[in-house]
């Protein structure tokens, strides 16, 4: 694959901005021979981070730069002959990562750990060296973006290194900030890896690192992201993108003269504000494209208006729709209703005489730089009295450690029994491209997916009490817990005084978030016995392999006795199974870390011994969760046939909100391909989820 179909920067015609990138590599270049003249004088700055001094400076002009001194010598020092796989030297990494950072705002705290960030995972640099010289919260956020051991975890490292990182992140967001960072630098010089390790890294950045860009608002680092995965995993698309846009910058473009328009309108009514064109990045130009279809001038960027006060922008809002053509339909105020990653601006778009569209973006020259860097251009949110949260007294401190999507992260991470189950529901969380608020009958209020039903409130509201609820009152009216909620709805859930009640499984047919999803199913888990009694499309009944004492692979002891594989865990050769006797006399199959196991065992139930037939294939039920998508039943076909397994029936459920479940049978050659099988599937574009039925 050329360069041109892999780099986005590869074509700065293409995008203004892109030259100021190009003059970055350029400097990290310098800085690249810079730091192989090793440590300098120790009464001055090392010439290596100099231009990280310098953007640092401008957004913080009174900031001790001895630490960050102290911080580049232990990294160079450690770092000293290690090369990156481009044949560079390893520090220009942590340089490069800390740059982009310094560029959007970051404190000191933040570039030193940054600068620190590989250090303990690659040297023999210790986390007690890094607290001793730079004390706690350079440590904690050193640790926190510092991976697990693959020797400890094997397959299961990255999703256990980002379940790790979420965890610090929940008590220091600086943590994420470094890995956005860290992974934009390595995504910009991914073209010396192999092709299909560009693609599973690409993949992962657009399932996971992007989606938490977007949510820590830090759009900068989102929008070149998603250009760099564009590019990876769909260079025709990416190809075509381009053209358009090269062929756009040698016609006339009409934003310069609405820009100039809008300066006059504004000069004219006495009020004083920037008035820029925005470029838009090429996945921005690719989705226009896809949804209007020919694209005309105005359509390559939008017109942003910067002002001081609050109150300037719907000033400004007013004169443009007054002298101006105003599309209605496009009209969004996320001042008075901010988005939950902290952005905030009035949306329009205004027709000129001449027949053009153009979009205008208003906002506070505070809301653009939280719109760029997010969290980042919070500084430290956690320090009180400082020169940091001094720095701007005017303007309203937010504090972004516990926004409502992280906190139901954290919250459900902690009862995600695998890593595989972990990674699946993460990548589905994240998927959620929306949130709603609701109020509490009690006066609070509380964050859910767009979607959610009053059964995911519940469990938001109430945790595990929430097993106990038989119904709820939306804005003061009866309703079933299957209905879903509206943003600004109030919410009255109802639990039973009964502690012996529970969930019926028809919930998780309802169920959005992972913490109720998983709080559900745990409890049929459980509660085999009650699990058994109902039967729903989002779970499936437990599967009877055999008659009478096993037919089927499953064999136990007990003559006569119906065999089941618990629906909860469907176990498979050659999995370590036990099996328990439940009414009716059946024998239920567990895997033997199954949560039911343990339950029954301290109800003090007696297992009855199992044991697989000597086959080393097997027959086993597989759900997909994707998102609907032309095509995407014969890629997930294709996906599966790759991996050599024979699909004995399949079944696709009508979509239900652009989200599509599909049911595979499959006959496997040999178990032990159970895991490769379903990461193959998960690897589907539009595939989100694949678990065992």
Not at 663 to 692: H, I, S
Request: aromatic residues 4%.
């Amino acid at each position: 694959m050329s360069a041109e179909a892999t780099n986005p920067e590869a074509h700065p015609e293409a995008r203004p901005e892109l030259r100021r990138r190009g003059r970055t590599r350029l400097d990290l270049r310098r800085l690249g021979r810079a730091a192989l003249l090793g440590p300098t004088s120790r009464d001055r700055l090392p010439d290596a981070i100099g231009h990280v001094a310098e953007a640092h400076r401008a957004h913080h002009p009174d900031a001790d730069l001895s630490i960050l001194r102290r911080a580049y010598l232990l990294a160079e020092t450690s770092h000293r002959g290690q090369m990156r796989k481009s044949g560079e030297p390893y520090i220009t990494h942590p340089l490069a990562v800390t740059l982009i950072l310094a560029e959007l705002g970051a404190e000191t705290t933040t570039l030193t750990a940054s600068l620190l960030h590989d250090t303990v995972e690659d040297t023999d640099v210790t986390l007690d060296q890094v607290r001793e010289e730079f004390g706690d919260e350079v440590c904690f956020i050193v640790d926190g973006v510092t991976k697990v051991e693959k020797i400890d975890y094997g397959a299961a490292a990255e999703p256990e290194t980002f379940r790790k990182m979420l965890v610090a992140t929940g008590n220091d967001v600086r943590v994420m900030s470094i890995k956005l960072a860290d992974r934009l630098h390595n995504m910009r010089t991914l073209g010396v890896m192999r092709p299909e390790k560009q693609a599973r890294i690409a993949k992962v950045t657009r399932d996971v690192l992007i989606p938490l860009a977007e949510r820590l608002g830090v759009q900068a680092l989102k929008t070149e992201l998603e250009d760099l995965v564009f590019a990876i995993l769909h260079p025709e698309e990416y190809e075509q993108t381009r053209a358009l846009i090269a062929a756009h910058a040698g016609e006339r473009d009409p934003l310069p003269a609405i820009a100039d328009s809008v300066r006059t309108v504004l000069r004219e009514a006495g009020i004083a504000a920037e008035v820029q064109i925005r470029p838009r990045h090429f996945v921005s130009v690719h989705r226009i494209a896809l949804k209007r279809g020919e694209l005309r001038g105005s359509d390559f960027g939008r017109v942003l208006v910067l002002v001081g006060e609050n109150a300037d922008c719907y000033a400004v809002l007013g004169e443009l729709h007054t002298c101006f053509t105003p599309v209605v339909s496009e009209f969004k105020d996320f001042i008075a209703v901010p988005k939950f990653n902290l952005y905030q601006s009035l949306h329009t778009a205004v027709a000129t005489p001449e027949g053009y569209v153009a979009e205008v973006i208003v906002r506070t020259r505070q809301m653009h730089r939280v719109a760029e860097a997010g969290v980042v251009a919070l500084g430290n949110p956690y320090a009180t009295g400082t020169a940091d949260a001094a720095a701007d007294p005017d303007e309203e401190r937010v504090d972004p450690t516990r926004p409502g999507w992280l906190s139901r992260l954290l919250d459900w991470q902690q009862s995600a029994p695998d890593p595989d189950t972990f990674w699946s529901v993460l990548r589905a969380e994240l998927a959620q491209d929306r949130e709603i608020t609701v109020f509490r009958a009690d006066g609070g209020t509380l964050g859910l997916p767009a979607g959610a039903s009053c059964i995911d409130a519940a469990y938001a509201q109430h945790g595990e009490a929430a097993h106990g609820c038989i119904g709820a009152r939306v804005n003061g009216r009866l309703t079933s817990l299957s209905s879903p909620l509206s943003d600004g709805d109030t919410v009255q859930l109802l639990l039973a005084q009964d502690a012996s009640s529970g969930p019926a499984a028809e919930w998780l047919d309802h169920a959005r978030t992972p913490a109720a999803r998983i709080a559900i199913s745990s409890w049929l888990d459980s509660h085999p016995d009650r699990a058994m009694a109902t039967t729903t499309a989002a779970r499936a009944p437990l599967s009877v392999i055999g008659a009478r004492g096993g037919g089927g692979n499953a064999v136990v002891d007990l003559p006569d006795a119906t065999v089941r594989l618990a629906g909860c865990c469907t176990p498979v050769p050659p999995d370590a199974v036990a099996g328990f006797v439940v009414r009716g006399g059946a024998v239920t199959v567990h895997r033997i870390h199954c949560a039911a196991v343990a339950q029954m065992r301290a109800v003090g139930r007696t297992s009855v011994a199992v044991h697989w037939r000597a086959t080393a294939d097997c027959r086993v039920t597989l759900v997909a969760e994707s998102f609907g998508r032309p095509h995407l039943l014969a890629d997930l076909t294709e996906a599966i046939a790759r991996e050599g397994v024979e699909v004995v029936s399949a079944t696709v459920e009508p979509p239900v909100e652009q989200r599509v479940r599909h049911t595979y049978t499959l006959q496997l050659p040999d178990a032990g391909g159970l895991p490769a099988l379903m990461r193959a599937m998960r690897d589907v574009p539009g595939v989100y989820d694949v678990k065992r039925a």
